[in-house]
């Protein structure tokens, strides 16, 4: 009897998500258009504190501060680095390969359900 209910629901609950996959994706699509331009205008505002030493504005209409700050951060471990890296350190490329194909033996694999909607 439960069963029957979810079949006879499940037209509705589809039509339902696949509204809202069209909403988020309406959304997303606005938001990489507002990142895009907040990183134009960051950059302008960047540039103009910079050539001008300027490492704080304070901000009457929001009651606070825009700092000029600078962060240093390591590069990423893709797959070519960490082989780069290791066969400098062990002193043979052989070994590095052997070490990645190790590690990448040994990683976990993490399995996840989803749907995905796909036009005909």
């Known amino acids: ?11 509705q609950v589809i ?13 997303k699509q606005q938001m990489s258009e507002k990142k895009a331009r907040r990183k134009a205008l960051e950059e302008v505002i960047m540039r103009t504190m910079k050539k001008n030493s300027i490492g704080a ?5 929001s009651n606070g501060r825009l700092l ?10 893709s797959q070519k680095n960490l082989q780069e890296y290791l066969g400098e ?11 990645l194909a190790f590690i990448a033996e040994k990683r ?6 989803t749907l995905a909607f796909e036009k005909l």
């Open 1 to 11: 009897m439960d069963t029957e209910q979810d079949l006879q629901h499940l037209p």
């Open 15 to 27: 039509k339902a998500w696949k509204q809202l996959q069209d909403e988020m994706s309406t959304l």
């Open 57 to 61: 504005l304070d901000l009457k209409q």
């Open 68 to 77: 000029y700050k600078r962060r240093k951060t390591k590069g990423g471990l």
């Open 89 to 99: 350190y062990l002193k043979s490329a052989d070994t590095a390969e052997k070490a």
């Open 108 to 113: 976990g694999i993490k399995e996840t359900d």
